[in-house]
């Protein structure tokens, strides 16, 4: 079994490469719920569907979020009666958001919820959201402090970050079952998708309990960095990395997840910074812009982790 810990696009390529690579069953990919939102009276979960919308097949390519059929009569029409339009809201994305908020408000849990549009939606991969407690990332910066999709897509991350909270993440629970999953004999390795640290990983990792649990864990955790030669592939990574003063590097990211990496795998173009990088290094191409890619990085990833499983040593005696 194998765990994916995932944001949106970056995480969800990642995720579909594993999932092209290994059996449906053996793979679960929990995914960050910081992002959530209400919207137009609508329950929101951007990586979720993102996520849910690249293992079926349905995703749209080009930009990576939303479905490559969408229509947007939608929007057109909120556009003319002087609605709020800043985020944008597909015909067929719409259907999914008002089916996930009727079963939200009828009184079942996020992660039930995600099982089943998952599973009409064709996903193979069991999709499992971090909580099925609300967590909301914020960010503070020049101009206040901003929800994120407000800073995200409203502001399309102009203001400058001068720090994060998760809110409510100090009174969440994580899933049971990816707890559970972490417990498990069975499990062969932990993969840090290549996500946003800031806004994609971290929400995951700040819920109490799974910090502990992922350092006691026995299988490898091993990580793909999110950033190529200084530049993040895409969003605003190394951007937020520069304001909260930091390095917009591969090793900086690394350092992010110090206490838990046994692995990491990083581009060709960052070879240099291998020797100040605190677990084993794996180099590959880790621009994903094809299936191929996907397929190969996968690979790589899994075929890493397979090696530390030989050769590990406890995480507390590294």
């Not at 556009?79 to 079963?103: Q, S």
């Not at 193979?124 to 910066?141: A, E, F, Q, Y």
């Not at 897509?153 to 972490?182: I, M, N, S, W, Y």
């Not at 592939?233 to 900086?252: F, I, N, Q, R, Y």
Request: hydrophobic share 45%; proline share 5%; aromatic share 6%.
């Amino acid at each position: 079994m194998i765990i994916a810990l995932s944001g949106g696009v970056g995480g969800a390529k990642l995720a579909l490469g594993l999932s092209r690579v290994l059996p449906r069953d053996d793979l679960l990919v929990v995914v960050n719920t910081g992002d959530d939102f209400e919207h137009l009276g609508l329950s929101i979960s951007p990586d979720i569907d993102t996520v849910a919308y690249t293992l079926s097949g349905l995703a749209n390519k080009e930009v990576g979020w939303g479905r490559h059929d969408e229509t947007w009569s939608f929007m057109e029409t909120m556009e003319a009666l002087g609605g709020e339009t800043w985020f944008r809201l597909g015909d067929r994305d719409v259907a999914l958001h008002v089916e996930r908020t009727r079963r939200l408000r009828a009184g079942e849990t996020l992660s039930h919820v995600t099982e089943v549009l998952c599973r009409k939606l064709g996903v193979g991969p069991r999709v499992l959201p971090m909580s099925d407690d609300p967590v909301r990332t914020r960010l503070l910066t020049d101009q206040g402090w901003l929800d994120f999709q407000e800073y995200f897509v409203h502001r399309r991350c102009e203001p400058v970050v001068r720090a994060l909270k998760f809110h409510g993440a100090e009174a969440a629970r994580a899933h049971p079952d990816f707890l559970a999953a972490l417990a498990d004999p069975r499990l062969e390795a932990v993969v840090i998708c290549p996500s946003n640290p800031f806004i994609s990983v971290e929400p995951i990792l700040a819920i109490p309990g799974v910090r502990p649990a992922m350092a006691a864990c026995a299988a490898p955790i091993i990580a793909v960095s999110p950033i190529i030669a200084g530049r993040a592939v895409k969003g605003p990574t190394a951007k937020m990395m520069t304001e909260l003063g930091l390095d917009a590097s591969a090793g900086s990211v690394a350092a992010r997840y110090a206490d838990l990496l046994d692995g990491y795998v990083i581009d060709h173009a960052d070879m240099s910074e291998v020797v100040s990088i605190d677990a084993r290094v794996t180099l590959a191409q880790t621009l994903m812009t094809t299936l191929e890619d996907r397929e190969a990085l996968a690979r790589i990833v899994l075929d890493a982790a397979a090696v530390l499983r030989r050769r590990r040593t406890p995480r507390g005696q590294r």
